[in-house]
């Protein structure tokens, strides 16, 4: 199989706070990884690709030093969001892949509902 | 416009019918297929991955791909109420910014 996990799976913090999301790969080496963002009801809309070892590239619109990502070895990926606003409520989910190019199969680890007061 | 289209529905169905779901899609450069299931606060599950127009068949699934009119299609068969769950259509271009575009999902209950 290819499993992908998520921690913590939902989390709630005050405004302001900095909020850290783990993405594991268990069974496999990921050399890409993906997070993804999801509102209510809406698909899901890339923020960043990283390979390990190497600075995340982020979509169009994403801001860079608001949504830190690590890659730090083949099988962990974070991502912070840092000083949370309410508006950056939503459905985290990462993604992993083995290879390095969009045609590999992502697979998606189970989500993390951020909840920002 | 959307560059991926699908109905977000919902859409409900007796249990034993056979369930259609479609996106379509406008840019000719999209050429790899996938239908993801996401169950509610889940992740999404691949399901299925095409690259060729015609049919791809798995078990009770069967992915549909035409590219002359920009159209995919999933049909359940036999559907079962396990199978309610939201499914989302993505497709890879492979010009220009290459990376997974999802459609908005399709909602499916299945009545028992």
């Known amino acids: 199989g290819a499993v992908v996990s998520q921690h913590p799976s939902r989390v709630i913090c005050k405004s302001g706070t900095s909020v850290k999301i783990e993405c594991r790969s268990l069974d496999f080496q990921a050399t890409t990884m993906f997070w993804y963002r999801q509102f209510p009801k809406q698909s899901l809309m890339l923020m960043a690709t990283s390979n390990e070892g190497s600075k995340a590239t982020y979509e169009q619109g994403v801001e860079k030093d608001k949504f830190l990502i690590n890659h730090a070895s083949l099988t962990l990926s974070t991502l912070t969001v840092t000083s949370a606003h309410p508006e950056d409520s939503s459905f985290y989910i990462c993604?992993?892949?083995?290879?390095?190019?969009?045609?590999?199969?992502?697979?998606f680890g189970p989500g993390t509902r951020l909840t920002v007061l | 416009q959307k560059e991926v289209e699908q109905d977000p529905g919902p859409l409900s169905v007796p249990e034993g019918a056979i369930v259609s779901l479609n996106c379509t899609y406008s840019?000719?450069?999209?050429?790899?297929f996938m239908w993801y299931r996401q169950y509610s606060r889940k992740g999404p599950e691949l399901l299925m991955y095409t690259y060729s127009s015609g049919n791809k068949e798995d078990g009770r699934f069967t992915a549909q791909v035409d590219k002359s009119s920009k159209y995919i299609s999933l049909f359940i068969r036999d559907s079962q109420p396990s199978d309610s769950a939201t499914y989302l259509c993505?497709?890879?271009?492979?010009?220009?910014?290459?990376?997974?575009?999802f459609g908005q999902g399709t909602r499916l209950t299945i009545n028992p």
């Open positions: 993505a497709m890879i271009r492979i010009q220009g910014a290459q990376k997974l575009v």
């Open positions: 993604s992993a892949s083995r290879g390095t190019v969009y045609t590999d199969t992502q697979y």
């Open positions: 840019n000719s450069a999209f050429q790899y």
